[in-house]
């Protein structure tokens, strides 16, 4: 089981906990009220001094009326956010109690008609105004056994059972409300937590998609300026044998011969390319070397390709090694392939310790319009990943350049 799996499982577990709690809550407020209604009235009958048959059914009918308030009205209250509808319904339950103890002469139980009330102001008030509705409910308890009785002796007597069923009901019901609203606010955290996890989820995704499309664009350019360089080079020496091979055969061969050299190197560079996209490189030859390495595979008769270094070489970091080795590879290749130059510069300048800048400049025919290939949004895409910039220059007419510019990583 996955951990989206886990949390959606518990959100469940959570939300039905949350919904048998809530039911119990209010169908035992709901049972408990009609229980005590029907208690007070059972004791306050059983010693009731009222022998009126009218007094006894206007107290049934009161009766009948808070009990369906108290079930019916809170249940309404609870779902609308009214203050007005609030006190209406508490003044009204207040009103109906009172009446049932004046007229029930304060006999039996009948005074704890109110407890009940007690519970539903903690449940639909905040604490202020529930403080406030306990006031009104202890002056309704008193008022009501005042105006019958005018006996401050029973009021006394009869006030701290009253007040301790008011005060246990009053904690009990506010762990209980406590207790929910913290339940409420678990299933809450938990369908965040779960949002949150999905979230992670597709990010995770979103990063495995980047990184192999990354990977796939590295191994694109592994191929496109190793192998590719190779193959371009081999096929221009195999073009200039096959011009000379008539005329000079001695010049042909030569041409064969290192065209059959160029490609052992190209059985060697595509082992480097697949070590590179395994691991980096960090043992590395001179740059400079391997550029001259390049220019010396790449030259036909009737092009140049001249290297130059520029200030004392120092050590650069694995990166910018192979992002300024694959840049003079490509721009050898496109130099040879479309711009019929005959003079190829490449220049390795290390005169800023900061920043080392490579260019490669041809005296080609440029081109009319530029066209960003794979080749050059290879070589873009290597120096942006080193925080780089990478300027080029066409002169149609009069050659091509790239200069690329490099910040130096202290070693």
Known sequence: MGICDWNRNAIIETMENNTSSGLNLTTGIDLAFALVVFISFFSAFSSSPVTSLFLIMLIVILGIAYIANGIYGFSYIRKVNSSFIKGFYFFSQFLIGGLIIYFGRGAGF????????????????????????????????????????????????????????????????????????ARKKLEKLAEELSIANKQLSEYAEQVHELAVAQERNRFAREIHDGL?????????????????LHSEPQKAGEMLEKAKKLTSEALVEVRDSVYALR???TELSDLTSRVNELAEGARVPGRAINVNLMGDSYELSPQTYITIYRAAQETINNAQKYSQADLIELTLDYRNPDQFVFCASDNGIGVEELKTGYGLIGIQERVRLLNGEVLIENRPGAGFSVIIKLPVTKQ
């Open 279 to 281: 691991k980096d490189m």
């Open 110 to 181: 009948s005074p704890l008609i109110l407890l009940p009330v007690v519970a539903h102001t903690v449940i639909v008030l905040d604490d202020n105004w529930s403080l406030l509705a306990n006031l009104g409910i202890l002056l309704t308890f008193t008022i009501s056994l005042w105006a019958f009785s005018h006996d401050f002796f029973q009021i006394w007597k009869a006030f701290p059972v009253f007040f301790a069923g008011q005060v246990f009901i009053l904690i009990f019901t506010q762990m209980t409300v406590t207790e929910q609203k």
């Open 228 to 244: 590719g360089h190779y193959l371009t080079t081999i096929n221009m020496q195999i073009k200039a044998a096959e011009a000379l």
